[in-house]
């Protein structure tokens, strides 16, 4: 059998800068929108109260991949990762194991890359300014992708503020109130997702909202008056509605399914995004394994070509 590498986190980083995360971002939404990958449903497996696992399959391009990747919110207090786990990625043809890559900066790269594809996509032309939630692993590189689009200046928002003044100085931000960021065009909220950060009184005409926090059922971020005022966007509707920013208005009967598009049917043209300047678009991610199969692709290509380096080891 042939050396498999075992690609770190530091390695996936050298190799994807976030310009390309957020391409290869949009190039998955657009393939599982015309049906050419496949991806099915997301398995959480509970382990109360600490947190879950999750196990993320799909299929593209001829390749196969199974991300194993834990939610452990307490995780911090014990200064231990929220997100970790790792990738396996297979050959679609042959079922040949190819690599195992890292996890977490695999499930960042691509979190990052759909909050820059939506604001792209669902987001006034003249949109800039860029107000971040949550400045975690996952908020800084969403204001990274943003910063790469040439979205800014941005105000970084945290219950920590040395987490929101760290991201501010990388990116030439500021740091401000959860208030101000959520009055910029383009808010993103990364945070646990066990209370409410955009109320019905902080959005204003023309914004565009990109929840990534609520990604397990009981999860939310936007209260429900203020979701349901917004035109609703997802990356998949299964995933959205079962288990994202989106359930809990699923659950309360204030959204059905004909009120929310997948992102990948505006990119393909399918389906109308913004329908005029004054409306609040809202992009419920939940993260699709689709995203990190495009990201495993690009660092595979990368360790293949020499890019990067990698030991290896033979099952």
């Known amino acids: 059998m042939a050396d498999l590498p075992v690609i770190s986190s530091q390695a996936v980083l050298a190799s ?8 290869r971002t949009r190039h998955a939404f657009e393939r599982y929108a015309r049906g050419e990958w496949a991806m099915p449903a997301k398995v959480y497996l509970d382990s109360p109260p600490y947190g879950d696992f999750r196990a993320m399959p799909a299929r593209g391009d001829g390749f196969a991949l199974l991300k194993w990747v834990t939610s452990f919110p307490g995780n911090s207090e014990r200064g231990l990762p929220v997100v970790r786990g790792a990738v396996m990625l297979s050959d679609a043809e042959t079922g040949q194991e190819l690599a195992v890559i890292e996890c977490a ?5 691509r979190t990052g890359g759909a909050a820059a594809v939506s604001a792209q996509v669902l987001g006034r032309e003249d949109a800039r300014t860029v107000g971040v939630i949550g400045c975690g692993v996952n908020g800084a590189w969403a204001g990274r992708c943003l910063a790469a689009c040439g979205y800014g200046p941005g105000v970084c928002a945290d219950s920590r503020p040395d987490a929101a003044e760290a991201l501010a100085d990388e990116l030439g ?13 383009v808010v993103v909220t990364v945070t646990p997702g066990d209370r409410p950060v955009i109320a019905t009184d902080d959005l204003r005409p023309g914004q565009h909202i990109a929840a990534l926090g609520a990604d397990a059922h009981g999860k939310a971020e936007v209260e429900l008056g203020a979701l349901a005022s917004c035109h609703l966007f997802c990356d998949d509707w299964a995933q959205a509605s079962a288990g994202g920013e989106l359930a809990h208005a699923v659950e309360a ?3 059905a399914q004909d009120d929310v598009t997948q992102i990948g049917e505006v990119i393909t043209g399918s389906s109308d995004g913004r329908a005029s300047d004054d409306e609040v678009t809202l992009f419920d991610s939940t993260g699709l394994a689709i995203q990190d199969l495009a990201i495993a692709q690009a660092v595979y290509g990368a360790w293949r ?6 030991p290896t080891v033979t099952l």
């Open 305 to 310: 070509d020499g890019r990067v380096d990698a």
């Open 253 to 255: 009967g204030a959204v």
């Open 16 to 23: 994807i800068d976030p310009a390309t995360a957020v391409e």
């Open 105 to 109: 900066s695999v499930t960042s790269l």
């Open 173 to 185: 931000w500021r740091a401000g109130e959860r208030r101000e960021a959520a009055d910029q065009d």
